[in-house]
T-cell receptor
Framework: GQNIDQPTEMTATEGAIVQINCTYQ??????LFWYQQHAGEAPTFLSY??LDGLEEKGRFSSFLSRSKGYSYLLLKELQMKDSASYLC??????????WGAGTKLIIKP | GAVVSQHPSRVICKSGTSVKIECRSL??????MFWYRQFPKQSLMLMAT?????????EQGVEKDKFLINHASLTLSTLTVTSAHPEDSSFYIC?????????????FGDGTRLSIL
């Protein structure tokens, strides 16, 4: 079957760095997405990785290893507004998104 | 950049009412759109895949006669919740596949919060 695993909840301190891991097993692979979702709002696109390696975008970076079925989202210089759920999703061979349950990130002052 | 417009953003109505939600791709053609539902503190759940000019593909457990999907053009898909009841109250989100984009092949609407009294 298809499966996306990510931690349910993480806590970090303002100004620190946090890494949210995601492992996946899917029928085919056409890329991995990370989305940010604040409560009551639609997901906001953060990153898309289709090749192995690290993609950096400001304070956020995303890493992919296709051979290991593994990705992480790295958030630097954490701000209170980064408190949200972070969703990992893989696009399978049918171009459908398979979603993880999301990681709720709590930022403490 | 590419944008998906979803309307309305919020609906409050009485039990038994039918509600239509529109999802439009504003600057790209979307042959495929997706409809999701999200209950509080839960993950997104795919309800159906909407293909332009053909019948939608529904996920297991989703009633196709209750959640009517129409994808009549390359830029518009609609979801109609027929005879809505309180248990249908949820956050409904559409997304559209953008085959012309290498960096972001799927775009989300802002969602519709449906509350059935």
């Amino acid at each position: 079957g298809q499966n996306i695993d990510q931690p349910t909840e993480m806590t970090a301190t303002e100004g620190a760095i946090v890494q949210i891991n995601c492992t996946y097993q899917t029928s085919g692979f056409n890329g991995l997405f990370w989305y940010q979702q604040h409560a009551g709002e639609a997901p906001t696109f953060l990153s898309y990785n289709v090749l192995d390696g690290l993609e950096e975008k400001g304070r956020f970076s995303s890493f992919l290893s296709r051979s290991k079925g593994y990705s992480y989202l790295l958030l630097k210089e954490l701000q209170m507004k980064d408190s949200a759920s972070y969703l990992c999703a893989v696009m399978d061979s049918n171009y459908q998104l398979i979603w993880g349950a999301g990681t709720k990130l709590i930022i403490k002052p | 950049g590419a944008v998906v417009s979803q309307h309305p953003s919020r609906v409050i109505c009485k039990s038994g009412t039918s509600v239509k939600i529109e999802c439009r791709s504003l600057d790209f053609q979307a042959t495929t759109m997706f409809w999701y539902r999200q209950f509080p503190k839960q993950s997104l759940m795919l309800m159906a895949t909407s293909n332009e000019g053909s019948k939608a593909t529904y996920e297991q457990g989703v009633e196709k006669d209750k959640f009517l999907i129409n994808h009549a053009s390359l830029t518009l898909s609609t979801l109609t919740v027929t005879s809505a009841h309180p248990e249908d109250s949820s956050f409904y989100i559409c997304s559209a596949r953008d085959l012309s984009s290498e960096n972001q092949p799927q775009h989300f609407g802002d969602g519709t919060r449906l509350s059935i009294l």
